[in-house]
């Protein structure tokens, strides 16, 4: 298993930045595709992007497309999202997440991750 921190979270202005980092514990975060995930009050948790165990494919929400970038170092077991002209609508908590299964590429789906982070907090004001 791989034990998950994100950081980064906070307050910004609608049409400013953040850029939220997941550090990874455990040998095989480099194995594991790796997901984001938001969840605001109230609503089901939503995916928001993927990157493959190698960094080479990634995946968007339609909602985030052109905004949002992930990216992930295995030589330091991170994982990033670069949230760039952020809306309020964007406010939520944060989780990154690993599946479940080594060597697998993206996916969108909750039920794919096995190992989450406790979560980041991202408020976006009018």
């Known amino acids: 298993q791989v034990q998950l921190v994100e950081s980064g979270g906070g307050l910004v202005q609608a049409g400013g930045s953040l850029r939220l980092a997941c550090a990874a514990s455990g040998q095989t975060f480099s194995m594991r595709s790796m997901g984001w995930f938001r969840q605001a009050p109230g609503k089901e948790r939503e995916f928001v992007a993927a990157?493959?165990?190698?960094?080479?494919?990634?995946i968007y929400a339609d909602s985030v497309k052109g905004r949002f970038t992930t990216s992930r170092d295995n030589y330091r077991n991170e994982g990033y999202l670069e949230m760039t002209n952020l809306e309020p609508e964007d406010t939520a908590n944060y989780y990154c997440?690993?599946?479940?299964?080594?060597?697998?590429?993206?996916?969108?789906?909750?039920?794919?991750?096995?190992?989450w982070g406790q979560g980041t907090q991202v408020t976006v004001a009018s």
């Open positions: 997440a690993t599946r479940e299964k080594i060597y697998y590429g993206t996916s969108n789906k909750t039920d794919d991750y096995s190992s």
């Open positions: 990157i493959s165990y190698s960094g080479v494919v990634t």
